[in-house]
């Protein structure tokens, strides 16, 4: 049963499986999204520039049957002829084939987003073996695209039918006017049918994407071996252990740092310690908010007199804070009357800075348990 188990692709594919995946052009894909963009698209341009676009085209080919005798049998004046209505068609027809161009190259990436890969284009040997290609002319995927053409083929019909049976009085109208006005009016007609039957392709495209992008996180897969396997090969190594441990402590640091400017005093050994303390009613105790020694000492004492953070220098204090607190954690009960009178004294110090009090008295012994000393 356990075997049966871990054989079985019932998790989701991690980030680095689809990474990889995407690495080697193995994406979401819809043909008929392709398909029903560029048609639509297509109707759309006919409707909006068609009749435009038809005109010029008329008016250069006008122009190529208005030459002259002299011109015809002039090698020099029919080049110059032939380049006028290349540039002038070229004009004409640039921005229909600009657009499908931009159609053919967004729609793809609608689903499964932007993906190129050498590794896609590359030859595979399996699709040269005939065996394998024999496998996947009779297989479960030529089945359900042959199920998918059936079933694109019946509602485009179906559409196609009731629409064109809707217009049938509109056909028989036709030739009733000029020929010109009849041609325009047939072609206008033409177009319109046209998107509409296009259009008729988006209910297969609502069906289709969901499918894809469903059948590609199914194709993606993975056993729980797999994942376990995964985790063990990318967390295991000693370059990712240490890249996370090192980015973990930068952003401890960081925090830190920035707590300093809310501390309500920094007790130093001048030399070597600093631990940054804050209170308030809302706190049961004062916290350690942050502390460090040597360099990271300094640091903290650097910050404390930029923001005006009183700084008291208690070696023994400092020490037995440092050692018994965590970051972000209460002092210890022992510690409580030490800590009270060095903030006893620096909010009386900042009172006699502002002239509302006199000067404190400076203290001189504070009393420190034995088990806490260090």
């Not at 080049?79 to 004409?92: Q, R, T, W, Y």
């Amino acid at each position: 049963m356990a075997e049966s188990d871990a054989g079985e692709r019932s998790e989701d594919p991690t980030a680095k499986k689809q990474k990889e995946s995407k690495d080697k052009g193995q994406v979401a894909r819809s043909k008929e999204l392709n398909a029903a963009a560029l048609l639509i698209a297509a109707g759309l341009v006919f409707i909006s520039i068609g009749q435009y676009s038809a005109s010029g085209i008329m008016v250069v080919l006008k122009e190529n049957f208005i030459l002259s005798r002299t011109e015809i049998y002039d090698t020099a004046s029919m080049l110059i002829a032939l380049g006028h209505s290349l540039e002038k068609s070229f004009l004409l027809l640039a921005p229909i084939f600009g657009l499908f161009m931009l159609v053919a190259l967004v729609a793809p990436i609608a689903v499964g987003g932007f993906s190129f890969s050498m590794k896609a284009a590359a030859p595979k040997k399996n699709k040269l073996s005939p065996a394998k290609g024999f496998k996947r002319m009779f297989g479960p995927t030529a089945a359900m695209e042959l199920i998918k053409s059936i079933g694109k083929f019946a509602v485009v019909a179906t559409f196609a039918l009731t629409y064109l049976r809707g217009q049938f009085d509109v056909f028989m109208g036709l030739g009733q006017g000029g020929i010109q006005s009849e041609v325009i009016n047939g072609l206008t007609i033409l177009t319109q049918s046209f998107l509409m039957i296009a259009s008729s392709l988006i209910l297969i495209v609502a069906i289709d994407v969901p499918f894809q992008i469903w059948n590609h996180k199914r194709q993606l897969k993975m056993t729980k071996q797999e994942v376990k396997d995964e985790m063990k090969d990318t967390e295991g190594k000693p370059e990712v252990k240490g890249r996370i441990r090192q980015q973990q402590r930068e952003v401890s640091y960081r925090r830190m740092m920035a707590a300093v400017p809310e501390a309500d005093v920094v007790i130093t050994n001048p030399e070597h310690f600093s631990v940054a303390l804050k209170y308030s009613d809302q706190l049961i105790a004062p916290i350690v908010v942050a502390k460090g020694v040597d360099e990271t000492a300094m640091k903290i004492r650097e910050i404390a007199r930029a923001h005006e953070v009183p700084i008291f220098a208690a070696p023994p204090l400092a020490r037995a804070v440092f050692y018994s607190t965590k970051l972000d954690h209460p002092i210890p009960e022992g510690l409580y009357l030490a800590v009270a009178q060095v903030l006893a004294y620096v909010y009386q110090l900042k009172e006699f800075r502002k002239g509302k009090a006199g000067k404190p008295v400076k203290i001189q012994d504070l009393d420190i348990p034995d088990d806490l000393q260090r």
